[in-house]
């Protein structure tokens, strides 16, 4: 659907931005007669301003949809976090953040160095569970 609709909105800003771009190049040609001018502005009224508010609609619309679902993924993640963090008693490993968030080592790494920052986290390194996060309580 997503792929549907960013193709539907660079449909209608070509066409409106092409209809709106051929008008004013009319309206600028001084050897067009009054008659063109006035169908080429009409045109553009008619056809370009509308096409070209609807590509952008749909721009927005997207645009607003996807950050409606990243601040949703993000909200998720952190409370996955801070679910685990409440059944470890505050501790948390890479692995088991990887896991549990079904993400990779390296994103759970960044995600927990993050959060290590904002919450005041110490952190330790073990040879049986390698770098394990301490939270405050």
Do not use: C
Request: hydrophobic share 45%.
């Amino acid at each position: 659907m997503k792929i549907l609709k960013k193709i539907f909105a660079g449909s209608f800003l070509v066409i409106g931005l092409a209809i709106l771009l051929l008008g004013t190049i009319d309206l600028m040609d001084s050897k067009e007669t009054k008659e063109d001018k006035e169908g080429a502005l009409a045109a553009m009224v008619v056809l370009g301003l509308p096409s070209t508010a609807i590509g952008a609609w749909i721009i927005w619309s997207l645009r607003q949809q996807h950050q409606q679902q990243l601040k949703q993924f993000n909200l998720e993640r952190e409370q996955l976090f801070l679910h685990l963090l409440q059944q470890e008693e505050g501790e948390i490993t890479i692995t088991k953040f990887a896991l549990s968030a079904q993400i990779s080592i390296e994103e759970a790494k960044q995600y927990l160095d993050e959060k290590a920052k904002q919450l005041n986290a110490n952190f330790e390194i073990s040879d049986e569970k390698g770098v394990i996060y301490r939270f405050p309580g």
